[in-house]
């Protein structure tokens, strides 16, 4: 049985005791929250769970195996750094950490101790993400000629970080999960209108194969929308995440063409077929990725959202800082 302490019961530590209580051969033996009253709320809901408001009391439980850290960023390095030194495989919400120093410190920390970290990109472990991959990797969509992302919504405006850090985690994430090539250089362009931290921002990623692409993400936008569009020479896809159904369409359109010795007389043709809308898995992402987690501890599965793949959206995250820093100058990656 491998136990796990959860530190942090705020917007999101709910779903993780609840789905790690749902994992095979896994339960959640302690909670920490900071807040009294969560800590009075918790012993009247989970009397077979200790609960404190001492994340050291988790820290050092001989009992505990893993520790999920479901808390502000700027506590990230040191919770799971703790957690590290004290034998714990760690679960950490994204971003991993506030530095790129930071998340190779604690990856070199991991791999000295044989121990597991996990990064909570729950998206890709999604039915939608987990299909489009299949796609990508079957070549049914061809040489992807763009890529574009949309996340935007009306608040929750973060006190702690702005816009990019907030959401765009997300989608870097699926976006380096989905692509075996990897981006050469970023080019931000953000404002913030409202707390002094960028609210709305417009992320352009470059690589070397003529691809890419764009991330729009927003605070102040008046309505919700979750999509990303990937365009190939052979199909494009569309992935509508609040779509309640057929989240997922693939377009058999296109451009055809072919290049005479005098490129002056290129000819073009447009190509529109089918579109169909393929099954996807039902199945919670949150409760798939955290099987996946602890069937890596128990099983030493290779974990494809380890602190390496958190270390890359940090990069990234970095680099967006960086270039909004220069008036949207471009930043070699």
Same mark, same amino acid.
């Given at each position: 049985?491998?136990?796990?302490?959860?530190?942090?019961?705020?917007?999101?530590?709910?779903?993780?005791?609840?789905?790690?209580?749902?994992?095979?051969?896994?339960?959640?033996?302690?909670?920490?929250?900071?807040?009294?009253?969560?800590?009075?709320?918790?012993?009247?809901?989970?009397?077979?769970?200790?609960?404190?408001?001492?994340?050291?009391?988790?820290?050092?439980?001989?009992?505990?195996?893993?520790?999920?850290?479901?808390?502000?960023?700027?506590?990230?390095?040191?919770?799971?750094? %703790?957690?590290?030194?004290?034998?714990?495989?760690?679960?950490?919400? %994204?971003?991993?950490?506030?530095?790129?120093?930071?998340?190779?410190?604690?990856? *070199?920390?991991?791999?000295?101790?044989?121990?597991?970290?996990?990064?909570?990109?729950?998206?890709?472990?999604?039915?939608?993400?987990?299909?489009?991959?299949?796609?990508?990797? *079957?070549?049914?969509?061809?040489?992807?000629?763009?890529?574009?992302?949309?996340?935007? $919504?009306?608040?929750?405006?973060?006190?702690?970080?702005?816009?990019?850090?907030?959401?765009?985690?997300?989608?870097?994430?699926?976006?380096?999960?989905?692509?075996?090539?990897?981006?050469?250089?970023?080019?931000?362009?953000?404002?913030?209108?409202?707390?002094?931290?960028?609210?709305?921002?417009?992320?352009?990623?470059?690589?070397?194969?003529?691809?890419?692409?764009?991330?729009?993400?927003?605070?102040?936008?008046?309505?919700?929308?979750?999509?990303?569009?990937?365009?190939?020479?052979?199909?494009?896809?569309?992935?509508?995440?609040?779509?309640?159904?057929?989240?997922?369409?693939?377009?058999?359109?296109?451009?055809?063409?072919?290049?005479?010795?005098?490129?002056?007389?290129?000819?073009?043709?447009?190509?529109?077929?089918?579109?169909?809308?393929?099954?996807?898995?039902?199945?919670?992402?949150?409760?798939?990725?955290?099987?996946?987690?602890?069937?890596?501890?128990?099983?030493?599965? %290779?974990?494809?959202?380890?602190?390496?793949?958190?270390?890359?959206?940090?990069?990234?995250?970095?680099?967006?800082?960086?270039?909004?820093?220069? $008036?949207?100058?471009?930043?070699?990656?």
């Amino acid at each position: 049985m491998v136990n796990v302490g959860v530190i942090g019961y705020g917007y999101w530590g709910p779903n993780i005791v609840r789905n790690f209580n749902l994992v095979r051969d896994c339960k959640v033996t302690c909670i920490c929250d900071s807040d009294p009253k969560v800590e009075a709320h918790l012993s009247k809901i989970f009397p077979e769970i200790k609960i404190t408001r001492d994340f050291n009391t988790i820290l050092v439980d001989p009992e505990i195996d893993v520790v999920a850290i479901v808390t502000p960023v700027s506590t990230h390095y040191e919770l799971a750094k %703790k957690a590290l030194e004290n034998g714990k495989n760690v679960f950490v919400e %994204k971003p991993f950490t506030q530095t790129p120093p930071q998340a190779l410190e604690l990856i *070199n920390l991991a791999e000295q101790k044989n121990l597991k970290i996990m990064v909570d990109h729950t998206f890709i472990f999604s039915g939608a993400v987990s299909k489009i991959k299949e796609f990508i990797t *079957n070549g049914e969509i061809g040489q992807i000629y763009y890529y574009d992302s949309t996340r935007i $919504n009306l608040g929750l405006f973060q006190r702690d970080v702005n816009v990019i850090w907030d959401l765009a985690p997300h989608d870097f994430a699926i976006m380096l999960h989905l692509l075996s090539d990897r981006p050469d250089a970023i080019r931000v362009f953000g404002k913030s209108h409202v707390n002094g931290m960028e609210d709305v921002a417009h992320i352009l990623v470059y690589f070397t194969n003529n691809l890419m692409a764009h991330f729009n993400v927003n605070w102040l936008s008046p309505v919700k929308i979750r999509s990303t569009m990937i365009g190939g020479d052979k199909r494009m896809l569309v992935w509508n995440d609040i779509s309640p159904d057929e989240k997922i369409k693939v377009y058999d359109r296109g451009v055809n063409h072919d290049t005479p010795e005098d490129i002056h007389n290129l000819l073009v043709s447009y190509r529109s077929g089918d579109m169909w809308s393929p099954k996807l898995d039902q199945r919670e992402p949150l409760l798939i990725e955290l099987t996946h987690f602890i069937e890596c501890i128990i099983g030493n599965k %290779k974990n494809i959202s380890d602190g390496k793949s958190g270390l890359e959206v940090v990069n990234l995250l970095h680099a967006c800082e960086k270039s909004i820093r220069h $008036n949207g100058g471009l930043v070699i990656l």
